[in-house]
């Protein structure tokens, strides 16, 4: 870490008084993303002093679980203020805390942003956080033997209503029909519960993502997406991926299936992206940058995410579909983050981007580091703030 001449704080003299007493713990960002200036709240968040951290790269000390640097830019750029719930904020020095950040211009300095970090006071609100996890984690576990012990018997039913068709009438035979056509798609449903639970770490290996896009591509067309047309658009030169692409290619095909779905019997556009961006990080709460420069975006002009679970639709079992079962965003975000890459989605009406940001292959090879934990993803997707 560069650490120059140290900065100037730009606060004059007689805003030093309010800047001390903030209670909230409150920091001073300068044009070219270093600390200016931290107030005693914040020395006392970061268990640093500010002359410790002055001069340093702000996301270098504020170690946030989240890609902020595009929108942190952004919102400077265009002097508006930008509010993130819900993000995992540490300093390397302490446990991370799940806070809200809001972050605004200093009004009379020129590119200056000051950043303010409210925690979560509420003790309970972690706890809460936590039990509705592992509350989710159970249900899981639960759908998942219930799956596997309503399968036997199910197979069961199918084959008696499959004997007695023999020697039925027509009429008659409508409704064992019945009977096997909706056991079959119980069956379903409860194989894609059992995958869930199950889904094993990815076997990572060098995977060429436009193969990946194509595959899903093809078998769309053939199948569930007939009816839409999927546009190419792809960086020839994006590098190999570090991947299972086994996975990755379940990840795009519950992508462009959801999109499909979205579009209805009419149709639509769906159009695969990808782009290479050099500079997108996601910031663990240790303090360490991981590059995720692969980005693949699935992007479609259907109606958007209904409104009433748009914050929610990587929950399992959150569906605003008549037969849906909730499972499909939860699975692909799964896989994301076994993957220790990043989903993020933006929606409104006739535009809903699906983004996946994923390590390069030849970044692996050389951090040799054993594979890391799964990030916890914040709540709220961060691009969706600014
Ligand atoms: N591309 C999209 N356009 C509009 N809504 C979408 C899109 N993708 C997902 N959704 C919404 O998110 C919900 C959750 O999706 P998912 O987790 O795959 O579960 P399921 O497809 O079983 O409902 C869907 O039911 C749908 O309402
Ligand atoms: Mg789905």
Not at 161 to 174: F, G, K, R, V
């Amino acid at each position: 870490m560069s650490v120059s001449a140290p900065p100037v704080s730009p606060l004059p003299a007689r805003d030093r008084a309010l800047w001390s007493s903030l209670p909230v713990p409150a920091v001073l960002v300068g044009p070219d993303g270093r600390i200016l200036d931290i107030n005693a709240a914040a020395e006392g968040f970061l268990n640093a002093s500010s002359k410790a951290v002055c001069g340093a790269p702000v996301w270098d000390m504020i170690a946030v679980d989240a890609p902020l640097e595009e929108a942190f830019s952004r919102a400077r750029d265009s002097q508006t203020t930008l509010f993130v719930n819900d993000v995992d904020v540490g300093s390397g020095q302490r446990a991370p805390l799940k806070s809200q950040l809001q972050i605004a211009p200093l009004v009379g300095a020129e590119g200056v942003m000051i950043v303010m970090i409210s925690p979560r006071e509420l003790a309970g609100r972690m706890t809460q956080n936590q039990s509705v996890k592992s509350a989710a984690k159970s249900a899981i576990g639960m759908a998942e033997m219930l799956a596997h012990e309503i399968k036997n018997p199910l197979a069961g039913i199918t084959g008696a209503a499959q004997l007695l068709s023999m020697n039925l009438t027509s009429q008659d035979i409508e409704l064992t029909d019945l009977i096997v056509a909706e056991s079959r798609r119980i069956v379903k449903l409860l194989e894609q519960v059992e995958q869930f639970g199950n889904l094993t770490q990815p076997e990572r290996g060098a995977v060429n993502l436009h193969d990946v896009l194509d595959r899903a591509r093809r078998s769309a067309l053939l199948g569930f997406g007939a009816q839409m047309k999927i546009i190419e658009d792809y960086d020839p030169s994006l590098p190999l991926a570090w991947g299972d692409k086994d996975q990755l290619l379940q990840v795009v095909l519950n992508l462009v299936k959801n999109a499909s779905e979205a579009a209805g019997e009419g149709g639509g556009t769906i159009r695969l992206h990808s782009f290479y961006e050099h500079s997108y990080r996601l910031r663990r709460a240790d303090g360490q940058g991981v590059p995720l420069p692969l980005q693949i975006e699935v992007i479609d002009d259907g109606p958007g995410l209904p409104e009433h679970i748009a914050g929610d639709v990587f929950e399992p079992f959150v569906s605003g579909r008549e037969n849906g079962t909730g499972l499909g965003l939860a699975l692909v975000s799964k896989i994301v983050s076994e993957h220790g890459g990043w989903i993020a989605v933006t929606s409104t009406p006739g535009h809903t981007a699906f983004r996946i940001s994923l390590p390069r292959a030849d970044a692996q090879a050389k951090n040799t580091s054993p594979q890391r934990p799964a990030p916890q993803r914040p709540d709220t997707p961060p691009e969706k703030e600014s």
